[in-house]
């Protein structure tokens, strides 16, 4: 396993920034060093709040803390989790949506309340009031403590692509078409993949507490153009440099 640190010559409420990058040899090992961190931090406070991601990256993470909780070593009784996006324009119940994928790859299996999770609402009639409603409900839990995270290959963070800006409030996005065709392989048909989705800004996932970022071996060339790279809203995810407490595991077979 190697450790890098990367500092800028940048400084956020007084901190040096630095991000640490933990390479892998395989998925197995990337879910049980991941679920390390995640048991680190439900396990230090009676009601942690965990911003989760979809994607098959983290499920190597999800079967794991699955198989802690089942053991007794976790309990997700009084956990409270808030997902970063959602397409826009699917249900809950459709088979490609997040609040599916959650369902199915994590809270299904573990003993959390539903009410306990959060996931915009796909269906929301009016977009600017679903995003208002979030942002709400994002304040109201007092801050997110692990942030894990997902990178597009445009170095996009959950469905901020990159723009001349980084976000402030939950968004109402039009997709790149980078992300569209990346996403296309799990839709029976390319054009039923959605154009719009729902997304946390950069804001409020760099306000939280620790971050954790995973990434497969295809990812290896955004990782370093994000970690080593200029910091720009370009390449959303070089964002990280500025955080206290950034931590990316990245396979690297």
Same mark, same amino acid.
């Given at each position: ?38 048991? &680190?931090?439900?396990?230090?406070? %009676?009601? %942690? ?28 009784? &009084? ?27 994590? /809270? ?16 929301? &009639? ?9 942002? &709400? ?28 800006? /980084? ?65 720009? %809203? ?20």
């Amino acid at each position: 396993m190697i450790y890098y640190i990367c500092k800028v010559n940048i400084k956020i409420l007084g901190k040096e920034p630095k991000m640490k990058l933990i390479t892998v040899n395989s998925q197995q090992e990337l879910g049980l060093l991941a679920a390390d961190i995640f048991s &680190e931090v439900i396990n230090s406070k %009676p009601d %942690p709040v965990l911003g989760l991601a979809t994607g098959s990256t983290p499920i190597p993470l999800y079967k794991e803390l699955i198989k802690r909780c089942r053991d007794g070593k976790l309990d997700f009784s &009084e956990v409270r989790t808030i997902n970063l996006d959602e397409y826009a324009g699917l249900p809950g119940t459709h088979d490609q949506s997040y609040r599916y994928f959650m369902n199915d790859n994590l /809270f299904d299996h573990i003993n959390i309340k539903p009410e306990n999770t959060y996931v915009p609402n796909g269906l929301a &009639e009016d977009p600017k009031e679903e995003c208002a409603r979030y942002d &709400e409900l994002i304040k109201s839990m007092g801050g997110i403590d692990l942030q894990l995270l997902g990178v597009g290959f445009n170095g996009h963070l959950a469905f901020c692509e990159p723009s001349d800006t /980084f976000s402030n409030k939950t968004q109402y996005i039009k997709l790149a078409d980078v992300t569209i065709n990346a996403n296309a392989r799990f839709f029976s048909d390319p054009s039923e993949v959605p154009k719009f989705a729902f997304s946390m800004c950069i804001r409020d996932i760099m306000l939280a507490k620790k971050i954790l970022l995973l990434a497969g071996a295809e990812k290896k060339d955004i990782i370093h153009k994000a970690v080593y790279g200029d910091i720009t %809203p370009q390449v959303p995810a070089s964002v990280l440099q500025m955080h206290s407490d950034a931590t990316i595991i990245l396979i690297d077979d």
